[in-house]
Structures are given as C-alpha cells and as structure tokens.
C-alpha cells in the first residue's frame, strides 16, 4: 500500500523534465497537473517559462494534457492561451481521470507520464492508475485550502517511507 505512494522519479521542478529524454523512454504523453507543479496554486497565468516549456513538449509531438482537481474557471482560463487540453475537478486521485486524459491522448499507459506535486493525489493516483509517476517539488510552501489536510497526511506517509529507506532525496 504504502508503495503506491513512492513516485518513480523525482525531480526539483518541471523545468528539469527534458522533451528528448521522454522521448528515449517511449513516452508520447503528459498528464500534468497545474496548482503548484506548473506555477503557484494562486498564479492565474502562465508564465513565459511554462509557455516555452509547453512549445518544447509540442516541437518533439509530445503531447500534454492538464488535470487538475480545481474549477473550470481556475483551469480554463490558464489552459486556453496554451491551447492546452485540460480536465477540471479531476477527482484525482480516482483513475477516471488519468484514463480519460490517456484515452483522448490516443495513447497507452506505458506512454504517459504523470506529474505532480503532491503525494496523495497525483502520484497515488498515477500509480493506482498503473501510470509513470514523476513528483516535483510544489513551488509554494503554502498551499489552497483544501490541499492543507492532505499536506499533513502526505507528511506521515513521507516519514514512513523514509523510515523504510525508500526515498533517497532531500526533503
Ligand atoms: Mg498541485
């Protein structure tokens, strides 16, 4: 159970998630999610490195899909100036979602990568999800609302996976 959450790589930021090496892995895909992982939970916009990031991605025809448990105003309104297909009120960390984005991706699991921030809801979900998980490091120390309860459990799931020596990088 506790593997579940243990993400298959973990990197600082989105920016260290390189196009050529998806590519050499086979992955065609990106599930991604967008508070935290692609800019602050309180940034309405992408910023222009995100923008670029999202032309890379595009220029080696990897493709990448948003999805994100937020509203469709919060979603909608960042996705459409990168004419970025997205989900909203994702429901992560049920698989329905991660399904229906690989679906439309016209892609299988083993071609997907699924990014995120945080423990209970991307990576589990990605897991259970039988997806590649890769987890960054949330760029606000602050988080919405409704993200704090899981922060504290994500906390104790952290601690008990270092205590099995399963995680090897600095908090
Ligand atoms: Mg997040």
Redesign the pocket.
């Known amino acids: 159970m506790l593997n579940l959450f243990l993400p298959n790589q973990h990197v600082k930021s989105i920016f260290d998630i390189k196009p050529a090496e998806l590519t050499e892995k086979g992955i065609k895909g990106i599930i991604t999610?967008?508070?935290?992982?692609l800019v602050a939970?309180n940034q309405p916009e992408a910023t222009p490195e995100i923008t670029e990031w999202f032309n890379q991605m595009k220029e080696h025809h990897i493709k990448v899909t948003i999805v994100s448990n937020n509203n469709q105003e919060r979603v909608q309104f960042f996705c459409e100036p990168l004419s970025a297909p997205f989900i909203f009120r994702a429901r992560k960390p049920l698989r329905r979602a991660f399904r229906k984005a690989t679906k439309k991706m016209g892609l299988k699991n083993d071609e997907v990568v699924v990014i995120?921030?945080?423990l209970m809801?991307?990576i589990f979900g990605g897991n259970v999800a039988g997806l590649y998980t890769i987890l960054v490091v949330?760029i606000l120390q602050t988080d919405g609302k409704l993200?704090r309860l899981n922060r504290k459990i994500e906390r104790y799931i952290l601690r008990q996976l270092r205590k099995k020596g399963k995680i090897t990088w600095e908090e």
Request: no cysteine; net charge negative.
């Open positions: 999610d967008l508070d935290n992982t939970w995120g921030d945080q809801t991307d949330p993200t």
